[in-house]
């Protein structure tokens, strides 16, 4: 599994945290180096006589730009020099946007500690935006001046917020590239009704109050990674009962009153890894029957109240790895038949009240090896089956009596 956060959301995060090392000046800003990038920087601060400052995506535009209190370019470095733009005059986005200000793909605005007095009506004039807007802490408690918004092709972040506890603004929102709520105090996402797609990563955490995504109906696609964490009180999720694909990982863990999976039940495939952890109260994945395909890992770990994987019936492939770890009340991997083929290894540990593996007998191709706890289980596999036949070259832990503590004589 990919242990870093993707894209956009890197971005923000090296930005807000201010963390890099400081690199260089331009025209009396101090701008530091994105270290994920070759080359580039992320602008940090502005001087007396430039009141604003953009931030670009330096791993793709590779450059920076500084500009005046007019809007203008003054000065600029690498790919940016060929980009121009026109922005609010001033670093805390008061005043608000017309399409003009934000329609540069690679443009990334920050609007810190925002208020709802400088959420004013100038963002009326918003419809389009092609670059990422980001609304990172604040005490705004109303965006409703966002209600034109209909297209957000490069992104919309509202972060760091426990204020807002409502959405109500982007009703009329239907695509967006990257799209977060992190750490903000709403309960639900009822305002998302238009939302059909995020073509980038759509991530939604931290957000303690939030109990359901009934809302979010109409979305029918993820571009990049879907990762919902950290919703402590996060109920069901059949708002989402519309996804069909995940263009990258899906990451569902530590939402820790989820019981259930339900509202997946249209989702066929994962084009990356598939990550199902830390949900204390999750007791079923039945609402996963459609799925078919995980182009990365499969990882179910960590889950002490999942009784049974069912769910995963349609399931034929994972292209990475297969791994089910620590989940104390599962008693049969019943559900797996159609697996066939795992690209990498297969790996069961810790599952203490695991007895029925015979799920397994159907897989024909594993791409490296199987491991399974030193014990013997109840139900074991069919000695016919390719795991049992390849036993010498596919089972790693292999033991004097392990090959008769899982296969059949």
């Given at each position: 599994m990919k242990k870093t956060i993707l894209g956009a959301l890197a971005l923000i995060t090296m930005s807000i945290a201010a963390s890099a090392a400081v690199t260089s000046t331009i025209d009396g800003v101090t701008a530091t180096e994105n270290p994920a990038c070759t080359e580039g920087y992320v602008l940090k601060a502005e001087n007396e006589e430039t009141d604003k400052t953009v931030t670009y995506d330096s791993c793709d535009t590779l450059g920076v730009a500084v500009l005046d209190v007019e809007g203008n370019v003054i000065s600029s470095t690498g790919k940016a020099a060929a980009l121009?733009?026109?922005?609010?005059?001033?670093?805390?986005?008061?005043?608000?946007?017309?399409?003009?200000?934000?329609?540069?793909?690679?443009?990334?605005?920050?609007?810190?500690d925002i208020s709802t007095a400088a959420l004013s009506e100038g963002y009326l004039n918003l419809t389009e935006a092609k670059g990422v807007l980001i609304f990172a802490g604040?005490?705004?408690?109303?965006?409703?001046?966002?209600?034109?918004?209909?297209?957000?092709?490069?992104?919309?972040?509202?972060?760091?917020?426990?204020?807002?506890?409502?959405?109500?603004?982007?009703?009329?929102?239907?695509?967006?590239?990257?799209?977060?709520?992190?750490?903000?105090?709403?309960?639900?996402?009822?305002?998302?009704?238009?939302?059909?797609?995020?073509?980038?990563?759509?991530?939604?955490?931290?957000?303690?109050?939030?109990v359901n995504m009934d809302?979010?109906?109409?979305?029918?696609?993820?571009?990049?990674?879907?990762?919902?964490?950290?919703?402590?009180?996060?109920?069901?999720?059949?708002?989402l009962n519309s996804l069909t694909s995940v263009g990258g990982s899906f990451w569902l863990d530590k939402n820790s009153s989820l019981t259930d999976v339900s509202g997946l039940n249209s989702l066929t495939s994962v084009e990356d890894d598939f990550l199902l952890s830390e949900n204390s109260s999750l007791t079923s994945i039945s609402g996963l029957s459609s799925l078919t395909s995980v182009e990365g890992a499969f990882q179910l770990k960590n889950n002490p109240s999942l009784?049974?994987?069912?769910?995963l019936n349609s399931l034929t492939s994972?292209?990475?790895?297969?791994?089910?770890?620590?989940?104390?009340?599962?008693?049969s991997l019943s559900g797996l038949s159609s697996l066939t083929s795992v690209g990498e290894f297969l790996w069961l540990n810790n599952n203490p009240n695991l007895k029925d593996i015979s799920a397994l007998n159907n897989i024909t191709e594993i791409g490296d090896y199987v491991w399974f706890d030193d014990r013997e289980y109840e139900v074991k596999m069919d000695a016919n089956s390719y795991?049992?036949?390849?036993?010498?070259?596919?089972?790693?832990?292999?033991?004097?009596?392990?090959?008769?503590?899982?296969?059949?004589?």
């Amino acid at each position: 599994m990919k242990k870093t956060i993707l894209g956009a959301l890197a971005l923000i995060t090296m930005s807000i945290a201010a963390s890099a090392a400081v690199t260089s000046t331009i025209d009396g800003v101090t701008a530091t180096e994105n270290p994920a990038c070759t080359e580039g920087y992320v602008l940090k601060a502005e001087n007396e006589e430039t009141d604003k400052t953009v931030t670009y995506d330096s791993c793709d535009t590779l450059g920076v730009a500084v500009l005046d209190v007019e809007g203008n370019v003054i000065s600029s470095t690498g790919k940016a020099a060929a980009l121009s733009t026109t922005i609010a005059a001033d670093n805390t986005c008061e005043g608000g946007f017309s399409n003009e200000g934000i329609q540069d793909s690679g443009q990334v605005i920050q609007c810190p500690d925002i208020s709802t007095a400088a959420l004013s009506e100038g963002y009326l004039n918003l419809t389009e935006a092609k670059g990422v807007l980001i609304f990172a802490g604040g005490s705004y408690t109303d965006i409703s001046n966002l209600k034109n918004l209909t297209e957000a092709d490069g992104g919309l972040a509202f972060m760091n917020n426990e204020n807002l506890v409502s959405l109500a603004g982007l009703e009329n929102l239907e695509n967006a590239g990257v799209f977060y709520l992190m750490n903000l105090g709403i309960t639900d996402v009822d305002e998302l009704e238009s939302l059909t797609s995020a073509t980038g990563e759509l991530i939604i955490m931290l957000n303690k109050n939030l109990v359901n995504m009934d809302g979010l109906n109409s979305l029918t696609s993820v571009g990049g990674m879907l990762s919902i964490n950290d919703n402590e009180n996060l109920i069901d999720i059949d708002g989402l009962n519309s996804l069909t694909s995940v263009g990258g990982s899906f990451w569902l863990d530590k939402n820790s009153s989820l019981t259930d999976v339900s509202g997946l039940n249209s989702l066929t495939s994962v084009e990356d890894d598939f990550l199902l952890s830390e949900n204390s109260s999750l007791t079923s994945i039945s609402g996963l029957s459609s799925l078919t395909s995980v182009e990365g890992a499969f990882q179910l770990k960590n889950n002490p109240s999942l009784t049974s994987i069912s769910g995963l019936n349609s399931l034929t492939s994972v292209g990475g790895v297969f791994q089910l770890n620590d989940n104390p009340s599962l008693t049969s991997l019943s559900g797996l038949s159609s697996l066939t083929s795992v690209g990498e290894f297969l790996w069961l540990n810790n599952n203490p009240n695991l007895k029925d593996i015979s799920a397994l007998n159907n897989i024909t191709e594993i791409g490296d090896y199987v491991w399974f706890d030193d014990r013997e289980y109840e139900v074991k596999m069919d000695a016919n089956s390719y795991i049992c036949q390849n036993y010498d070259t596919k089972v790693t832990n292999k033991s004097t009596t392990l090959k008769s503590n899982i296969c059949n004589n």
